[in-house]
């Protein structure tokens, strides 16, 4: 079920949150995921996961986001998943990018970690070339 995650979605693509999604917001939001600066790209996913739009990543927060991912993933993956995978997905998260270990992730500590990442620096080119 995507629903959740489309929820979230919406709210990253829908910028002054008047609760619309404007034909400018939609373009402005594939324009940084498609042709924007990995600065851009990370900036927005931030936002993404930043549900509440106060600055900051909490556990919470990002439960909610992996709850919605695995949700839209379907029980019929493999190797099946585990009930816990969505919170051993945030401690993960958390053990990596909460620098100072006060139980949130701020702007600064969530690019830092994702610009040394490979994997991460590798899954924001993937669409540099399309389209």
Partial sequence: DSTTYAHFLFNA???DHNGSVSFEDFVMGLSILLRGTVQEKLNWAFNLYDI???GYITKEEMLDIMKAIYDMMGKCTYPVLKEDAPRQHVETFFQKMDK???????IDEFIESCQKDENIMRSMQLF????
């Fill in 13 to 15: 693509f829908d910028t």
């Fill in 52 to 54: 509440n739009k106060d």
């Fill in 128 to 131: 540099e070339n399309v389209i």
């Fill in 100 to 106: 100072n270990k006060d139980g949130v992730v701020t």
